[in-house]
Structure formats: C-alpha cells, structure tokens
C-alpha cells in the first residue's frame, strides 16, 4: 500500500474476464492486510500467459474493500498489454 517499486507483500489470486472487464479476486484471506480495505496504487506487473509470451497485468490505482461475506478483496479495471501501462514509481 503505497509508493515506490518494491512490495514484500504478495497474494494469490483468481483472475476473472468477463467481457472486456477483467477482475481479480484473492484466494488467501489475510495475506494483503488483516484490516478492511488495502490502498492499490496503479501497477503493471510482468506475466506469462499461458503460450509463454510476457504481457503485462495492469491494475489501476484503487481502494478495495474486504468482502463481508467471502472476507476476499477483489481487484477492478484490470488490463493486459504488451507493454506497462503504469511505471510502478
């Protein structure tokens, strides 16, 4: 949560498309944060799809706030490109 290019924080996710609106929903409860919202700046994270081919995951800059029910955060506004659309600074 916050600035600069190294996070030690780290989380599974199941990654969603539907459409053209992509989402990412954590698998672990707690491993973000153990509070009820988590400060996302924008980010491009390097990825191997499924061919081998490096894409980016672009996540925008977002609040997110813990599931009541599931307990799960969900990420939105999600993108794939071939390059970064976000400089991680």
Not at 4 to 15: E, H, T
Not at 17 to 34: I, K, M, N, R, W
Not at 52 to 78: C, E, K
Request: glycine share 6%; aromatic share 14%; net charge negative.
């Amino acid at each position: 949560m916050g600035y600069g290019n190294v996070c030690r924080q780290a989380a599974s996710v199941v990654i969603n498309q539907t459409g053209p609106a992509v989402t990412a929903t954590t698998t672990d409860t707690f491993g973000l944060t153990s509070l009820d919202f988590f400060l996302m700046p924008d980010r491009s994270l390097e990825y191997v799809d499924e061919k081998g081919s490096h894409i980016f995951l672009n996540i925008p800059w977002q609040m997110v706030y813990r599931d009541t029910a599931t307990q799960q955060f969900t990420f939105t506004g999600l993108s794939f490109s071939e390059d970064a659309a976000y400089n991680n600074d």
